[in-house]
């Protein structure tokens, strides 16, 4: 059908006018009838869970798109043939308290409902895309998820890693004598915190001035930066013993003359960070360029060499570096990338939709991973050489790639672009401006410097992928997953923080549900969108849900090993593999659903 743009309509709640009958009463479906209301949805109560949604079902009952009826219909197991009833028994079933148990030595478990919360978001996300389908004309709107599909999501890079490198995924013993989990460190004034960089020359700067032992700086720093990916994080006693002996303003001092972040541990007492009045701070962008802009649909697409032609709006050359060999199993094709399982047939609801990425580590590269599990074409702006991730062990497909990278970045294209220089930055404006979508997560400021800022591509959907947004004036802290952790209190509230990257990865969903929103806005209304969303925002969430007591043992049986369960005829449909890593499939489905009346 044809889409009459309607500039009336407000970005922020481009689901305005649908009504949503929401039936049952898990965490999942309050989560995403809360998403879907905040998006202008009017969503009425439904009583019981419809057979076949134990979890629970949100249904279109009315809406601005006509055609076919959206839906999402949420359960617990989904396709995994392992009886599963409530979140606990997802988390001992799916792998999530192997993880978060790692650094503890065993399963334990997570004490939010992480798997539930990342079913909702993911339940909302499936819902406004297939109400984008049906606005389209689409009849495959009708979608089905599962909290256990969720937390097999949250856990792909884990399990490629441990198919990949057989014992990876398992508790290891201390990488030498009197090794502890830390951090968090404590200070001689009692404050528990945490610090993180990147950079090996600002840990030994930091340690250093403390008057650590240089020995145990080096033997500290590859636990640390690993952390992230092997959920552990087991350092040299001598460091928590040297941050003990130092107050905190001491400690700050030193972080800050070093150039590493630190922050404080705030307990759950302290209030989530202040909501903004749109989740995903969903705003429109100046209008298009005038019909003469040099860029149109009709233009022929640029020439080999290139950016890609499929999709392409714009008829200046792409001047780009030679495109990078796709990550895939088979590794033969150099461009566009390889087709990786998707949620729906006839390509997805967001098939003909065109993303363009430039994003790195995991809550950007997994949200781009959604929206090309959704249908959508996606194209990685990378530096010369590529990703570095792309290197890192264990490797998966032909053992060209790695098996992490493979796990956020299967089925995407990839093309080289020097941002540094202003030939780089010119190429990488003129393939954004190619695409529907421009997802980034850099840091602040480093957009406008790059001349890739929302100003810049105004008729796309713009979407930032941040840390901090604004909770926290500027200089804000490094933007990453354990420090969000911390300052929003849910480190405490998980008596860690822990070291499965939880905020990275609903941070992930949530940026991808923000995207789909903004794609719903702008065939609405006709307008390019801003989108800005941050790991903050994943905090906050998991702050004001409502999450079970933990009331014993879970009734399922508890995984201790993630490559024996990706291996587990019963993980079938959630699981696929390369030959050498497994990856998880699509978290949802889509099927035909019948028509509004």
């Not at 009833?85 to 792998?95: I, L, M």
């Not at 689409?138 to 490629?160: C, G, I, K, M, N």
């Not at 070093?258 to 759950?268: G, M, Y």
């Not at 999709?311 to 033969?332: D, I, K």
Request: glycine share 12%; with cysteine; hydrophobic share 45%.
């Amino acid at each position: 059908m044809d889409v009459t743009a309607n500039p009336a309509v407000d970005v922020a709640r481009p689901l305005a006018g649908t009504v949503v009958r929401a039936s049952g009463d898990s965490l999942a479906l309050r989560v995403a009838a809360a998403r879907l209301h905040a998006l202008g949805c009017t969503v009425e109560r439904g009583g019981a869970a419809p057979a076949g949604a134990p979890a629970g079902r949100l249904a279109a009952v009315r809406g601005p798109f006509g055609g076919a009826r959206p839906e999402c219909r949420i359960g617990w197991s989904g396709p995994v043939r392992v009886p599963m009833r409530g979140e606990h028994d997802v988390q001992a079933a799916c792998g999530v308290m192997q993880v978060h148990g790692r650094a503890a030595g065993g399963p334990r478990v997570l004490p939010v409902d992480f798997a539930s919360v990342c079913a909702g978001v993911l339940a909302a996300q499936a819902f406004t895309a297939g109400a984008l389908a049906a606005l389209h004309g689409r009849t495959d709107v009708a979608a089905t998820t599962s909290v256990a599909q969720a937390a097999a999501l949250a856990l792909t890079q884990y399990v490629a890693v441990a198919t990949a490198e057989p014992g990876a995924g398992r508790p290891s013993p201390a990488p030498f004598a009197g090794a502890e989990r830390t951090p968090p460190f404590r200070s001689s004034d009692g404050v528990r915190f945490e610090i993180e960089t990147f950079d090996a020359e600002r840990w030994l700067g930091f340690w250093t001035a403390l008057g650590a032992d240089r020995a145990a700086i080096v033997r500290g720093w590859p636990p640390f930066r690993q952390r992230f990916g092997t959920a552990t994080c087991a350092l040299p006693p001598e460091l928590g013993k040297t941050a003990g002996e130092h107050d905190y303003r001491t400690l700050r001092a030193a972080a800050e003359a070093a150039n590493v972040s630190v922050v404080p541990i705030r307990d759950t007492t302290a209030p989530p960070p202040p909501a903004p009045t749109s989740p995903w701070r969903l705003t429109p962008l100046t209008p298009p360029p005038a019909p003469d802009s040099p860029c149109s649909a009709s233009d022929p697409p640029p020439a080999s060499g290139s950016a890609p032609a499929s999709g392409t709006r714009c008829s200046a050359s792409v001047e780009v570096s030679r495109p990078v060999v796709p990550c895939s199993a088979s590794g033969s094709t150099l461009w566009p990338g390889p087709a990786v399982s998707g949620g729906g047939g006839d390509g997805g609801p967001l098939a003909g939709v065109r993303v363009v990425e430039s994003t790195n580590r995991v809550q950007g590269p997994l949200a781009g991973h959604l929206l090309g599990l959704l249908g959508a074409d996606v194209v990685r702006l990378e530096p010369p050489g590529g990703d570095p991730l792309r290197g890192v062990p264990p490797m998966g497909g032909d053992g060209e790639c790695s098996a992490r990278f493979l796990a956020l970045n299967r089925g995407k294209a990839a093309v080289e672009a020097d941002l540094k220089s202003a030939a780089g930055r010119d190429a990488a404006l003129r393939l954004a401006a190619s695409a529907d979508v421009f997802l980034q997560n850099w840091p602040p400021g480093r957009a406008a410097r790059f001349r890739l800022d929302a100003a810049d591509l105004p008729s796309l959907v713009y979407a930032h992928a941040g840390g901090w947004a604004d909770a926290l004036p500027a200089p804000q802290p490094m933007g990453t997953d354990y420090l969000v952790q911390a300052h929003s209190g849910v480190a405490a509230l998980v008596s860690g923080p822990t070291l499965m990257t939880i905020t990275d990865v609903l941070g992930g969903l949530i940026a991808a549900e923000g995207a789909v929103a903004a794609l719903f806005a702008r065939a609405r209304t006709g307008a390019g969108v801003r989108v800005e969303t941050a790991l903050i925002d994943a905090a906050r969430l998991l702050r004001e849900a409502v999450h079970s007591p933990v009331d014993g043992p879970p009734r399922a049986p508890v995984v201790s090993d993630l490559a024996a369960m990706a291996a587990d005829p019963a993980y079938a449909a959630v699981f696929e593999t390369d030959g050498a890593a497994s990856y998880s499939r699509a978290p949802w489905t889509f099927d035909r659903t019948r028509e509004l009346p």
